[in-house]
């Protein structure tokens, strides 16, 4: 077994405990150890990327207990995508929290790294059971995350997030053990044999047991209906939280992949494609709902958050179309937007701090210290989310376009994208000349505030740097998300490996120690 693949899980929960009990409260430790997590995990990552490009699938038997009795993680090219870019969005927010940000309450950096262990869990699993406990951990480091550095704001936020996420939970819980009861197993790979093998009678009941796990995977995802609690979430927590929750909703997003392509699929006999009636739609209103709240929005958290909706509803949008070449181009429009949002966290917490008492309020006020470097960077990202040529933006719209070209549905996606893309851009526009152009003299003076800290800039730049590689490398980055999209939707190789160890015969030194035992 390949021990690399549970790293991911058991580093951050190692460093996030020796936090607790190592450092006594001394920040400038903490910080150290944090980083060196962070630094640690994006390693990991990186070495399973490029142990999962050829396309094998590995998997780790925590206990060594066969598949689909024991718990297992499982290594394939889309779980290794995902670790490797929650990696990359930690580091860059770990840079930023440790100038400052973190200081502003307890517990910061082991509450972290025990959301990357929830994170990294999530997308490893391969049972259905812990991805609700992994789910689970990062959730609760998440409450924790959101309210560190209190105030009224935050504890609002916090109350209405708790209480909508753990209507979820619940609903996740009913989801599993209704599947539980009529397969008998929890088994991500099992199911995909299971389900099309349930008995007439109890389709329905298998039925109601995946739907409600949708409605669960849409909370996450923040899918129209249930999209309502992000904007107030991520727009109270502080940036670096929130740069890293950008990667969360996509928990949510490749919960509704692995789950409604690989067990209820195209072979799941009277449940497939059991999703894909309701994906499309929803991720249409979900698109066209995060445009005009961002297009509306007072303040550039708000314009922030709004938009973390609308790059969902452009995701479920190539998932829903269902064939190998729009996943393919989810997949690369989630890895840039990803990068993309989360730089804008992290830079509109910059603009705020050098706008005196306005902060981030779309008001006119004294100019920013910096107006050449952050109107530059934040130039360069409201290209990149609007979809204007020549970044990656661009490029993932045009590629979720062309996929959907030959299907019936392609006059509303065509609509709805490109139709939200110009109220993003009249909306970044109108943000932009807020900050930067219509200044008031009798604003607060810029020469009165202190220029923006190296590493924060630092980590802005980084995840830019990121969107403008995967411009610059683009043809190899789509070859290998299609190469992704081709394993998800045809996941053989991924059922048999998981469950060859079921099937696997003794051998004479097994029977030995057996025997010794």
């Known amino acids: 077994m390949n021990h690399w693949i549970v790293a991911p899980v ?8 020796a936090i607790v009990l190592g450092t006594r409260g001394r920040l400038r430790s903490q910080r150290q150890l944090g980083l060196l997590a962070t630094t640690a995990l994006l390693a990991i990552a990186i070495l399973l990327m490029v142990e999962a490009r050829s396309g094998a699938v590995q998997v780790y038997a925590l206990g060594a207990w066969p598949a689909p009795f024991g718990i297992v993680l499982v290594l394939d090219r889309l779980s290794a995508m995902m670790v490797l870019m ?35 869990g999530a997308f490893l699993t391969g049972d259905v059971f812990n991805l609700f406990v992994f789910f689970e951990v990062l959730l609760i480091a998440s409450y924790g995350l959101l309210l560190h550095g209190g105030g009224r704001d935050r504890v609002r936020a916090g109350l209405h997030y708790v209480v909508f996420n753990l209507v979820g939970s619940a609903l996740f819980l009913i989801g599993v053990a209704t599947i539980y ?43 129209l209906p249930v999209c309502f609690w992000l904007p ?8 670096p939280v929130a740069a890293l929750f950008a990667i969360m ?25 059991l999703a894909q009636p309701w994906l499309l739609p929803l991720a249409l209103l979900t698109l066209v709902v ?28 190539a998932v829903a179309l269902g064939g190998e070449e729009s996943l393919g181009a989810a997949f690369y429009y989630m890895a840039q937007s990803t990068f993309v949002l989360a730089a804008l966290f992290l830079l509109v917490d910059l603009i705020a701090s050098q706008r005196g008492a306005t902060g981030d309020r779309l008001e006119p006020t004294g100019a920013v210290r910096q107006p050449v470097l952050l109107g530059g960077l934040f130039l360069l990202t409201a290209v ?29 996606v065509y609509a709805a994208i490109l139709g939200t893309s110009l109220l993003v851009l009249v909306a970044v526009s109108r943000a932009g000349s807020m900050v930067f152009w219509k200044v008031d003299e009798e604003g607060e003076k810029a020469a009165a505030i202190s220029p923006a800290h190296g590493a924060r800039v630092a980590a802005v730049v980084l995840l830019l740097a990121l969107a ?18 081709a394993q998800v939707l045809h996941p053989a190789d991924y059922v048999a490996t998981v469950l060859a160890a079921k099937a696997a015969p003794a051998t004479p030194a097994d029977t030995h120690d057996a025997g010794g035992r």
């Open 468 to 485: 403008v590689a995967m411009t610059a490398f683009a043809g190899p980055v789509v070859t290998f998300t299609n190469a992704i999209a």
């Open 10 to 17: 058991v580093v951050p929960a190692l460093f996030g405990v």
């Open 181 to 223: 009861g009529v397969t008998g197993t929890l088994n991500m790979a099992d199911l995909a044999v299971k389900v099309a093998q349930v008995p007439e009678a109890e389709v329905s009941l298998l039925m109601s047991g995946a739907l409600v796990l949708l409605v669960v995977f849409a909370i996450k995802a923040a899918l």
């Open 232 to 239: 107030l979430t991520y727009g109270s927590a502080s940036a």
């Open 249 to 273: 909703t996509k928990v949510g997003v490749y919960a509704i992949v692995r789950v409604y392509t690989m067990i209820f699929g195209g072979e799941a006999g009277p449940v497939a494609n």
């Open 384 to 412: 990149a989310i609007a979809g204007l040529p020549p970044l990656s933006g661009f490029i993932g719209k045009v590629l979720v376009l062309r996929s959907a070209l030959a299907t019936p549905s392609a006059p509303w």
């Open 86 to 120: 929650t990696a990359l969005v930690a580091f860059c927010s770990q840079l930023y929290a440790v100038s400052g940000p973190d200081a502003r309450g307890a517990n910061y950096h082991a509450l972290f790294q025990f959301q990357l262990m929830g994170l990294c």
């Open 290 to 317: 995060g445009a005009i709240g961002a297009l509306a929005g007072r303040r550039l958290r708000g314009l922030a958050s709004y938009l973390v909706i609308a790059s969902v509803g452009t995701m479920l949008i």
